[in-house]
């Protein structure tokens, strides 16, 4: 199965997981598990806005940073720019926030609602240059379907 194939099992499975289910931690567990198995990611997780970080939400993997600053390191970046940030090799991003010295590669995308950055999804793999534009694109399209879970998520 192709890349783009597996992304489209995955989106389909996720439209599944979070039709009639109204609880918002639960979706997102079932979702940062969902992406991180589909593709044996090393960490796979959300990190939510609240007051003036980005505060540790569902994942999936190893023991991770609780509180980044927006900002400071990729999911910061992502965040404050709104636009998705693709690292090959996370030991040359500058400002990178190591909470696994085993990621060598992340992806972190923004996640919208009503127009403002609420959340950023988060992935890092342990090999090198792992994402891609198909990812990107996939991503993107998942992301998209997270934003309306936001409905009653309180950032402030």
């Known amino acids: 199965m ?9 989106i389909s499975q996720i439209k599944q997981l979070i039709s009639g289910e109204e609880d ?15 593709f ?52 040359k991003f500058e400002g990178h926030i190591a909470c696994s010295s085993l990621s060598n590669s992340e992806i972190v995308l923004p996640i919208f609602y009503k127009g ?6 988060d992935i890092d793999s342990e090999n090198f240059n792992n994402f891609d534009i198909t990812d990107e694109q996939y991503l993107e399209e998942i992301s998209n379907l997270i934003s309306p879970l936001f409905t009653d998520y309180q950032t402030r």
């Open 2 to 10: 192709t890349k783009a194939e597996k992304y489209k099992v995955l």
């Open 116 to 121: 403002n950055t609420v959340a950023v999804l």
């Open 40 to 91: 044996n990611f090393h960490w796979t997780g959300f990190y939510l806005s609240k007051g003036s970080n980005l505060v540790l939400g569902p994942f999936q993997g190893l023991v991770a940073c609780t509180r980044l600053a927006y900002g400071k390191g990729v999911c910061g970046k992502s965040f404050i720019e709104q636009k998705t940030v693709n690292v090959p090799d996370v030991h």
């Open 24 to 38: 918002f931690t639960a979706n997102l567990a079932n979702i940062s598990s969902a992406i991180h198995y589909s």
